[in-house]
């Protein structure tokens, strides 16, 4: 069950991720667009995450997968001025 769980997780974060993005996107059309640091926090969150995975010997994709988490969520409660 614990393999299951390592194996799916990537794609359960990647899967949150994508519901972030839809819903920044969302409403956007109606009111005037708000400029956040989400796709740079994202980057910067996957570059992290390998770093991190790579230092503790953790899986690599569940480093990424986190880190990718980690830094959209901190981008995008960030604005850009």
């Known amino acids: ?5 390592m194996s799916a997780l990537p794609f359960i974060i990647i899967g949150v991720c994508l519901a972030i ?25 996957m570059c992290l995450g390998v770093a991190f995975s790579s230092s503790i010997h953790i899986n690599m994709g569940l480093g990424i997968s986190l880190g ?10 960030i604005k850009k001025k």
């Open 21 to 45: 993005i839809f819903a920044n996107y969302h409403g956007k059309e109606k009111e005037e667009a708000v400029e956040t640091y989400l796709t740079e926090g994202m980057c910067l969150g």
């Open 68 to 77: 990718m988490l980690i830094g959209e969520t901190i981008g995008i409660l």
């Open 1 to 5: 069950m614990t393999e299951f769980i």
